[in-house]
C-alpha cells in the first residue's frame, strides 16, 4: 500500500529502525563472506537465524507503529472508511505466510 501515516514517528524512532536495519545489512554481508569463504554450515545457519531475529524485531516496530499511530488516528477520525482499510492492511499483514 502506498498509504502513509504522516508525523506519526519521531526521527528519533526512525534512526533506530534504521541503526537496526544497517546492523542487519552488515550481518547479512558478513554471511555472503561466510558462503564465500565456505564456513561451516551450522555457523551460517546461527547467523542467518540472528538476522531473522532482528528483522521480526524490526517488524515488530514498524506495526507497533501502524497500531499506535495510524489505526489509533483512523479511530479518532471517525472515518469508518479509514478504519475499516487500517484493519484489513492488520489483517492481511497477519496472515502473511513466509514463502
Same mark, same amino acid.
Given at each position: ?13 526512525? /534512526? !533506530?529502525?534504521?541503526?537496526? @536495519?544497517?546492523? #542487519? %545489512?552488515?550481518? =547479512? ?8 569463504? &565456505? ?9 542467518? /537465524? !540472528?538476522?531473522?531475529?532482528? @528483522?521480526?524485531? #524490526? %517488524?515488530?516496530? =514498524?506495526l507497533k ?6 489505526? &489509533? ?27
Open positions: 500500500m502506498t498509504d502513509v501515516c504522516e508525523g506519526h514517528v519521531k526521527a528519533a524512532d526512525h /534512526s !533506530a529502525l534504521l541503526g537496526r @536495519l544497517k546492523r #542487519v %545489512e552488515g550481518q =547479512v554481508r558478513g554471511v555472503a563472506r561466510m558462503i564465500e569463504d &565456505e564456513r561451516y554450515c551450522i555457523d551460517i545457519l546461527t547467523q542467518i /537465524s !540472528a538476522i531473522k531475529a532482528a @528483522l521480526t524485531s #524490526v %517488524e515488530r516496530e =514498524v507503529t501502524h497500531a499506535d499511530y495510524c489505526v &489509533e488516528n483512523a479511530l479518532a477520525a471517525g472515518d469508518i472508511e479509514d478504519q475499516r482499510q487500517k484493519f484489513a492492511e492488520l489483517i492481511d499483514v497477519a496472515l502473511r505466510r513466509p514463502v
